[in-house]
């Protein structure tokens, strides 16, 4: 079955820091990724998306993606977070046979001034 | 900028009651998702749409119902709520019927207290 794996439940990083984020997929054909953020009290806005070509692939707010077959990875990076970045981080992979998308548990981002 | 808006932001109601739970999308999206959030399950698909009056159950589909008699609207029924659906429920959509590969534009999101 398709599932969707973030290992990281909480993560704390200082204002400034580079940010990775990981997600690992099970999925038996050409995966479709998305990365999406929930901010506060708010929906999820979607930051970027994969389905083929250059594995690494850009967001909005600065933030980038790449994708690994070999490691069934598509872990989220930002060189640089700013306080704005706290946030829920929710990887998600396309299943095509059921026409939906299938989530990870999330990630919580905390950011330290 | 798509616009997807949930009835209410919080929810409280008793066991055993019916519980509706609103969606409304000004795009003129084909297809629409309900989805429960619970910490450290992340979301999990209760039902979705992709054309009036038509429904498809999710993962988790078991004590709901759907209803989208317009393609703007999309509701979640709760028939008989129990204290177990006590949740975030959050509602999307996306452009085409494509639900795998279409960009999800998510709703505020409905707090559902079951007392």
């Known amino acids: 079955a398709q599932s969707v794996t973030q290992p990281d439940i909480h993560i704390t990083v200082s204002e400034g820091a580079s940010l990775e984020l990981r997600c690992n997929y099970s999925y038996g054909a050409t995966p479709y990724l998305f990365w999406y953020v929930q901010s506060p009290g708010q929906g999820l806005q979607l930051l970027l998306k994969y389905f083929s070509g250059d594995t690494l692939v850009q967001g909005i707010k600065g933030f980038e993606a790449e994708f690994k077959r070999s490691q069934s990875s598509f872990n989220l990076r930002k060189p640089s977070v700013h306080w704005s970045d706290a946030a829920e981080y929710f990887c998600?992979?396309?299943?095509?046979?059921?026409?939906?998308?299938?989530f990870g548990q999330g990630t919580r981002l905390t950011i330290n001034p | 900028d798509v616009k997807v808006t949930q009835s209410s932001r919080y929810l409280v109601k008793r066991t055993g009651e019916k519980v509706f739970l609103e969606c409304v999308q000004d795009?003129?999206?084909?297809?629409m998702f309900w989805y429960r959030q619970d910490p450290g399950l992340g979301l999990r698909l209760i039902y979705f749409?992709?054309?009036?009056?038509?429904?498809e159950k999710g993962d988790i589909p078991e004590g709901y119902s759907v209803s989208r008699e317009k393609k703007e609207r999309f509701s979640l029924i709760l028939e008989s709520a129990s204290t177990n659906q006590t949740s975030m429920y959050l509602c999307?959509?996306?452009?085409?019927?494509?639900?795998?590969?279409?960009?999800?534009?998510f709703g505020p999101g409905t707090r559902l207290t079951v007392l």
């Open positions: 999307a959509s996306s452009l085409s019927a494509s639900g795998y590969t279409d960009t999800q534009y």
């Open positions: 795009m003129d999206h084909e297809n």
């Open positions: 998600a992979v396309g299943v095509q046979g059921a026409q939906k998308l299938v």
């Open positions: 749409s992709y054309d009036v009056k038509m429904k």
